[in-house]
Structures are given as structure tokens and as C-alpha cells.
């Protein structure tokens, strides 16, 4: 399912991921001591999302995966965003309406 | 087909004998039957419970206990139902059993985890079981912090960790149902020939797998701010002990419908199978077991509606938990008009049925009411709340357990019931159900919160007709313990299809083989397939 | 092709009617047993996401108390270690049994590396009074209750992390032992695939950790 014996992936595919994803390490290290306000936080994000696609995608096989198994993978992240979403929606606008009577 | 054929065939239950051979087993048959046992006890448990809370009820003062120890009572009625009992119940028992027959395999797609499941659920028991000898736990089954995680000098750390080890019973569950209906259907089953069964737990599982995380993660986080003082709940830090109430209930809330979609289930097979009829909407039905999974998840701010969520987030939710009822009621249409001009037989299971569409009927519609921000910031807190859950989770859930357990008794042990007696008790259960339950709904809107054991004078007639009521109910649910058991001996042997129904578990013997089919079945029609050829065959043979 | 005859026998165990069906069934029963993980792992980062909004000075300076360069190795360090997996199952589909031992002891290395520096930094921790509890005190900062809620996911966060650490340790030692013992072929390599999933996830959720707690506002506040 995550590796149909058909698609072998090369050394050499594996290796130029594994680079990259060094790369992105030491990317978004560096630019964390770099003060560019909110931005910042997108940035680490961006880079954390796109190592995890890599990771994903390439080593474990999703690229190659049945759409079940893409399905699967999206629903997880979908659900984790609905917890995250929906809590925030309350964290982020308990201060904008006072208590009636107050 | 019977007496001197049944005793030399072999079966799921004669196929191995010795204590072994069952707490080892593979068999998901066998497996089912050892939770039918433990949940069945955590049912009289809870039950035990409920009693002495009726009983304390009885008189407007604290005269049977103490404050504390009510606080435990409650808390603990709470947590083995829902959590031992409940959670489990139709899955692990008639889910575990017929699932895999249902759709042509020989056994769920990994049988160890199923057994795994089993252990976890009976060691998360026992270290509920020893919090409640050990002195209780008093924080209500909801656990709000700070008063679990700082203030309670009770067994909140044992009571979670058994929660948080049951919780992965459930989760296994889950898991090992999806993959065996993905991956393990019979040739020409497609999806849209499953029973509506398999759907629903199908879509439970769903839940459990998405939802049930959290709740474990939850309870780590409060074992962890009472063992180790790290305190992310406690407002002295700058925690938020609203945040822990998100957490409990992105859970708790599909988990209601963990309880339920698996009752619809049963239901959609009881209505066909005694109408003679396939279920109206078949698609309709399917596709709004999946809806209330997906909905269930989008709604767990309206048991925040009073606890300091901010309004908006008080809107957003109560829009959206109106959503939800919208494909329970299309399934409550979809029964409704299946049953006409259907021929109806009125054995037991369908009795159950009945009963499940009235009083399913009226908690879901109460759950509107609760659902509407303005009118819970009236009720909340008190009985109608807990009026309106026992409606759906005893009303509705247990119903279509004891309709599905009656209703598949014969094929899992062999042996019909004693149908007078069966009758008997699913009508005791039914009146003694709406004397205990629809008081409190009048009782809460009056006023009366929950949680609390002293009331004023003037609602005592209401709730001596609660307690009048649950002692009608108990002696229906001690009923059929009595008469399953006997029956077992001495009742009438069953034969493969006693209720002539289509579905390939009656295709079988009754007991089943340990392999469920000695000829693998091949599926050419669509379920509930009543009105051709087919259907007819079973009728005559 | 003989091999595929071989295959269809191959350790298939009695519910399954084929091994493809078995493959299939387990790769899929993975794939749903780490998306449990990502909504338990997420009700972590729920309460980071919430807290950190409400307290986003306090977690910056405690954020810089930890130490970034060390984190970063750390996090190059599970990087290889996920290379070196993924080339231990491409050893797996080709079975070649030296090259699967060999993969699967580097990684099981790699990872003991990284338990060992993890190990490194909480000591730092101890020693700093960064422990939430009693003896807790960031100087520095006004709001100490603030700071203990940063530490607390901190500890929360990475232990869990380091628990699922071991945890694949223990696999990947299993892996080792049947890999010995020649279990593996290229028609059969299923468990180092699986535990493979489970090995890059647990990566995955450490590429999320590393910026989120030791990246938080590196630069310092404003002068």
C-alpha cells in the first residue's frame, strides 16, 4: 500500500530529499535570528510544512501511495486543523464582547 | 437441521474448549462474547450506582450520604456508562460479531488486536474499579479542572488512567473496523451493497479513531499536572481551565455519537428485517450515518455555552449543532417510511425498534432545544439536560442494544428466547424508562440543577416518580439476564434464519462454524433484498 | 513469476485471502494508527497554539533559554536518521538481508544520538531551574507562571517525543533480530516498512517541535 514493489525509489532520489531537508534545517535556523516581525512565524511554518512533505511524499512513499492512503493522511491533518480552528475561534474573541450589565 | 445434527456439528463455541482457549482466542466471535460479559457487568456496576442516587433522591435533604460521597456516586455512574459500558457496547459485542459475517470474512483484519482491544478494556476497568473501592473519585465524569487537577482529594489519577487505557481499547476497535471493511469485503460487495449495519460502524469507527486521541492526551495532560505539578490547566500559572473543557469535550461530543450511530445501525437491520422491507433511502441512510460522524466533530462548543467561551464562539457552535440533527432525522424519516405498507411482525427486536423511534425522537428534538444558546443558558446544569442525554443514550442506544442483542441471539448461541417473557420486559423497560426520564425533563425546567442531592420541598413528588420509575426499570433490565440465561439450557433450537431475514449471517449455521462460512459467499444483490427471488427463497425455506 | 507464487503463501496469515490483500491491510492499519498519533501529538500543539497567543513574550524569552544550535544538530541528527531508514525498506523491497541490518543499525544509532543529546538538554534544564514545579525560576521574567507553562509543553512535548523514540528503538531492535534471522525478502518485508511509517512520522512531528519551541522570536523583543 505505502510501497508497491514496482516503485523502487533510487539512492540517489533519497539522498538529494535527505540534502534538502539539511538544507531547510540550517534555513530556518538562520533566518529565526533575523527580525522580520510576523513573518517570522510563516516562515518557520512554511519551512517546517515543507519538510514534512518531503518526509511524506518521498520517504514514506505517499507519492506512490493509493488515494485512500492520501484520504487518510489529509483527514488527519483536516481534523487536527478543525480542533485548532475551532478552539482558537474562542481563545482569539473572548475579549471582544463585554459582559451585558458590566 | 436440528437436535442430533447440531450436537456432532462443529461451532465457534465447541470448536476448543478450556479458559485458554477463550482468553487466547483469534476468534472475533469469541472475542464479542467475552465483552458481552464485561460490559454487561459495568452495566450493573453503573447501574448500582444509579440506584443509590435514585434512592437519594427520594427526600429533598441529604439523608442517605453525605455531600461528598453523592459527588462520587454521580461521578462514578457517569464515568463506568459511558465509558465502560456505553462506549463499547454495540461495537465491541454485536459489531465484533457480525461485522466481519456481514460482509463475507472469515475474521476482522488483525484478530490479535481485537483480542489486544479486550485486555485493554478489562485492565482499564480494573483500575476504575479499584479508584471506586479505594475510596471514589468525585469530580463528575467530566473531570473540569481545576478541581481535578488541584482541589479533589480523590482517585482522579487512577479513574483517568483507566479511562485513558479503555480509550485505546476503542481506538483499536475503530481502526481494525476500517480496515476490515476496505479491505476485506466478499467478491461483487460493493459498497453500496452493505447492510446499513456496516456503515454505521464504519462511521464509528471514524470517530473513534479521530476523536478518542484527544481525549487520551487530555487525561495525560491532567495524570501529568497531579503527579508531576506540571500545571497547564491552573489559572494560578495562566492556564486556562476552559482549554481543558475544548479538549473534553472535541471528544466527548463524537463520542455521544460513538454511542449512537452503532443503535441506528441495529435499527436499520430490526425495521427491514420485520417489515420485510428494504430500508427507504438506503443512500439517504448510508450517507447520514458518515454526515453525523463528520458534523459530531464541528459542535463541542454548546457544552461551553456557560463556561467562558467567548459569544461568537457561543453562536458559531449553536449554528452549527442544529446541522447535526438534520441526518439523525432524515434516518428517523428514512425507518419511518419503511414501515409503511411493510409487513410488520411484532417480535420483540422490532418492539425495541418502536421504542428507539419514539424515544430517540424526543431527545434528539430536545437536543435542539439545548442547542439553542438563549434556551441553555436557561436549562443548563440542570435535569433537562440529563433528561435529554438519558433519552438518547438509554431511550435510543440501549434500546437498539437489547433489540440487537434478541434479535442476534439466535444466531450466536443457537437458541430462541422465551418470546412472552422478552415482550414482557422490553414493555416494563418502556414504561418504567418514561416514568424515570420525562419528570426530570419538567424537573430541569423548573430549575432543578444536576449534581446536587438537596432540592427544594416542592419538587420531591417529581423526583419520588423518577425513583418509582428507575425501580420499574431495573427490574426490566434483570429480566432478560434472567431469561438469556435460561435459554441457553432450555431454550427453543434456532436454526439458521429464525426470522427468515436476508444478510449473510443467517446464511450460516446458528451457532456459527469458527470460520463463519463453509462456502464463501458471493454477493449478487443489493441488501435487504426482500422483493425478488432471492428474498422470496428465504421466506419459503 | 516463482517468486510471486512464493509470496502468495508467505506468512499470510488465515484471514487473508491473498498477501497483496494482507500488504494492503497493513499498510492501510498504519496509516490510520499514525493519524491517532497526529490527533494526540495535536492536542499538544493545541495548547502551545493557545497559550503562546496569549503569552507570546514570556515564551520567546524562555523560547531563547533553550539551546538553538543544539537543537538544530538534533534535528539534522533524526533527518539522517530518517534517511537511513528509508534506505534500510529500499533494502527491504530489493532483499538484500546485510543491507537491511546494516540501515536499520544506523538509524537505531542515530536515534540513540538524539535520545542522548535530548537527555543532555533536560539536564541543562535541571540544572538552570527550568523544571516546572516548586523550584521553578526563569530570571528575567516577571510572569514566572507564564515561563513554567512554556516549560511544562517543553517538557510535555519533547518527553512524549523521546517516549515515541524509545518506543521505535524497541521496533527497530525487533527489525534487527528477524532481519538476522533472515525473515526478510523482497517478497516479504512488510514490518520494516511499517515501522519505517512510524519511524518518519515521529521525524515529522520533530520538524514541527525544533522551530516552535526552540525558534520562537530568536532575535530578542524589540529595544
Not at chain 2, 299 to 307: I, N, P, R, S
Request: aromatic residues 16%.
Amino acid at each position: 500500500m505505502s510501497a508497491p514493489t514496482e516503485h523502487v525509489d533510487s539512492v540517489r532520489t533519497y539522498a538529494i530529499v535527505w540534502i534538502v531537508l539539511l538544507i531547510l534545517t540550517g534555513v530556518t535556523t538562520a533566518v529565526a535570528y533575523v527580525d522580520l516581525g510576523h513573518f517570522n512565524v510563516v516562515a518557520a511554518l512554511s519551512i517546517a510544512v515543507g519538510k514534512m512533505l518531503l518526509v511524506a511524499l518521498f520517504f514514506m512513499h505517499v507519492r506512490h501511495s493509493t488515494q485512500l492512503t492520501r484520504l487518510v493522511v489529509s483527514g488527519g491533518l483536516l481534523w487536527l486543523a478543525i480542533l485548532i480552528t475551532l478552539t482558537m475561534a474562542d481563545v482569539v474573541t473572548r475579549g471582544w464582547i463585554g459582559v451585558p450589565g458590566r | 437441521m436440528i437436535t442430533a445434527a447440531v450436537e456432532q456439528r462443529e461451532t465457534y463455541l465447541n470448536a476448543s474448549y478450556g479458559l485458554k482457549s477463550w482468553l487466547l482466542t483469534k476468534d472475533h466471535k469469541r472475542i464479542a462474547l467475552l465483552y458481552l460479559g464485561t460490559i454487561t457487568l459495568f452495566f450493573f456496576i453503573g447501574g448500582v450506582f444509579a440506584t443509590l442516587i435514585r434512592l437519594e433522591l427520594l427526600t429533598p435533604r441529604g439523608n442517605l450520604v453525605s455531600s461528598d460521597t453523592y459527588n462520587k456516586l454521580f461521578t462514578m455512574h457517569g464515568v463506568v456508562m459511558v465509558f465502560f459500558f456505553l462506549i463499547p457496547s454495540i461495537p465491541a459485542t454485536l459489531g465484533n460479531f457480525f461485522l466481519p459475517m456481514m460482509i463475507g470474512a472469515r475474521d476482522l483484519a488483525f484478530p490479535r488486536i481485537n483480542l489486544l482491544s479486550w485486555y485493554l478494556l478489562v485492565i482499564g476497568g480494573l483500575f476504575a474499579i479499584f479508584a471506586m473501592v479505594a475510596g471514589g473519585v468525585d469530580t463528575g465524569w467530566t473531570f473540569y479542572t481545576p478541581y481535578s487537577t488541584s482541589y479533589s482529594n480523590t482517585w482522579v489519577i487512577a479513574t483517568a488512567l483507566g479511562i485513558f487505557v479503555a480509550g485505546f481499547s476503542s481506538i483499536l476497535t475503530g481502526l481494525n473496523f476500517i480496515v476490515t471493511v476496505h479491505r476485506m469485503r466478499a467478491p461483487g460487495l460493493t459498497w453500496f451493497r452493505l447492510p446499513l449495519f456496516v456503515w454505521a460502524h464504519y462511521a464509528t469507527a471514524l470517530i473513534q479513531v479521530l476523536g478518542t486521541p484527544v481525549l487520551a492526551v487530555t487525561l495525560a495532560l491532567v495524570f501529568c499536572e497531579r503527579v508531576f505539578h506540571i500545571g497547564i490547566f491552573d489559572p494560578a500559572l495562566g492556564g486556562d481551565p476552559v482549554l481543558f473543557q475544548h479538549m473534553f469535550w472535541f471528544y466527548s461530543h463524537p463520542a455521544v455519537y460513538i454511542m449512537i450511530l452503532p443503535a441506528m445501525g441495529v435499527m436499520s437491520e430490526l425495521i427491514s428485517t420485520f417489515s420485510r422491507k428494504r430500508i427507504f433511502g438506503y443512500g439517504f441512510v448510508a450517507f447520514s450515518s458518515v454526515a453525523i460522524a463528520v458534523l459530531g466533530f464541528l459542535v463541542w462548543g454548546h457544552h461551553l455555552f456557560v463556561a467562558g467561551q467567548s459569544l461568537y464562539a457561543g453562536m458559531v457552535f449553536s449554528f452549527l449543532s442544529y446541522f447535526v440533527a438534520i441526518p439523525s432525522a432524515i434516518k428517523v424519516f428514512n425507518w419511518t417510511a419503511t414501515l409503511y405498507k411493510g409487513s410488520i411482525s411484532y417480535d420483540t427486536p422490532m418492539l425495541y425498534a418502536f421504542g428507539f423511534i419514539g424515544l430517540f425522537t424526543i431527545g434528539g428534538l430536545t437536543g435542539l432545544f439545548v442547542a439553542c444558546l438563549g434556551f441553555d443558558v436557561h436549562v443548563t446544569d440542570t435535569y433537562f439536560v440529563v433528561a435529554h442525554f438519558h433519552y438518547i443514550m438509554v431511550g435510543g442506544a440501549i434500546m437498539a442494544y437489547l433489540g440487537g442483542l434478541h434479535y442476534w441471539w439466535p444466531k450466536m448461541t443457537g437458541r430462541m428466547y422465551p418470546e412472552g417473557w422478552a415482550k414482557l420486559s422490553a414493555l416494563v423497560i418502556f414504561l418504567g424508562f418514561n416514568l424515570t426520564f420525562f419528570p426530570q425533563f419538567i424537573l430541569g425546567y423548573l430549575g432543578m440543577p444536576r449534581r446536587y442531592h438537596v432540592y427544594p420541598d416542592e419538587f420531591q413528588v417529581l423526583h419520588v416518580l423518577s425513583t418509582a420509575g428507575a425501580s420499574v426499570l431495573a427490574v426490566g433490565y434483570v429480566m432478560p439476564i434472567v431469561y438469556l440465561a435460561w435459554s441457553l439450557r432450555y431454550g427453543k433450537l434456532a436454526g439458521d434464519n429464525p426470522w427468515k431475514a436476508t444478510g449473510l449471517e443467517w446464511r450460516t449455521a446458528s451457532p456459527p462454524p469458527p470460520h463463519n462460512f463453509d462456502v464463501m459467499p458471493v454477493v449478487t444483490h443489493e441488501a435487504y433484498d426482500y422483493s425478488t427471488t432471492v428474498g422470496e427463497a428465504i421466506e419459503v425455506g | 513469476m516463482a517468486s510471486h507464487a512464493h509470496a502468495e503463501t508467505l506468512a499470510v496469515q488465515e484471514q487473508f485471502d491473498t498477501a497483496a490483500q494482507q500488504k494492503d491491510a497493513s499498510g492501510l492499519g498504519m496509516w490510520i494508527f499514525l493519524i491517532t498519533e497526529i490527533m494526540f501529538f495535536g492536542g499538544l500543539f493545541l495548547v502551545y497554539i493557545v497559550y503562546r497567543s496569549k503569552y507570546p513574550d514570556v515564551f520567546g524569552a524562555a523560547s531563547r533559554s533553550l539551546n538553538a544550535t543544539i537543537g538544530a544538530i538534533n534535528t539534522a541528527v533524526l533527518l539522517c536518521s530518517s534517511f537511513t531508514m528509508v534506505l534500510a525498506v529500499r533494502a527491504g523491497q530489493l532483499g538484500r538481508r546485510k543491507a537491511i541490518i546494516v540501515f536499520l543499525i544506523l538509524t537505531l544509532i542515530l536515534g540513540f544520538v538524539f535520545l542522548g543529546v535530548k537527555a543532555y538538554e533536560w539536564n541543562e534544564k535541571f540544572q538552570e531551574h527550568h523544571i516546572p514545579g516548586p523550584s521553578f525560576l526563569m530570571e528575567g521574567v516577571a510572569e514566572q507562571g507564564h515561563a513554567q507553562l512554556f516549560f511544562s509543553l517543553y517538557f510535555a512535548m519533547t518527553g512524549l517525543h523521546a517516549l515515541h523514540m524509545v518506543i521505535g528503538a524497541g521496533l527497530l531492535s525487533v527489525l534487527l533480530w528477524q532481519a538476522w534471522r533472515g525473515k526478510f525478502s523482497a517478497a516479504y518485508y512488510t514490518p520494516i516498512d511499517m515501522v519505517g511509517l512510524y519511524w518518519h512520522f515521529v521525524d515529522i512531528i520533530w520538524i514541527y517541535l525544533f522551530p516552535l519551541l526552540y525558534l520562537i522570536d530568536r532575535h530578542g523583543p524589540k529595544p
